[in-house]
């Protein structure tokens, strides 16, 4: 998400956050998300009002 894109996720990859649950790509990338959480939470939170209501398949385009 905190690219503007939604991908497939590993129903593994997850974490809840101020009681909020976060989906990750994969391991490896909630590793890195972990990093920098309230930031990444911040960007996603700006980002997912304009990308909620567009289709994976548009998105990827």
Do not use: C, H, Y
Request: charged letters at 35%; zero cysteines.
């Amino acid at each position: 998400m905190r690219v503007g894109k939604k991908f497939n996720i590993d129903p593994q990859a997850w974490k809840i956050t101020d009681g909020r649950l976060f989906l990750q790509l994969d391991l490896g990338t909630q590793k890195v998300w972990d990093r920098d959480r309230k930031k990444n939470i911040e960007i996603a939170d700006r980002l997912w009002p304009n990308i909620k209501p567009i289709s994976v398949v548009t998105l990827g385009k």
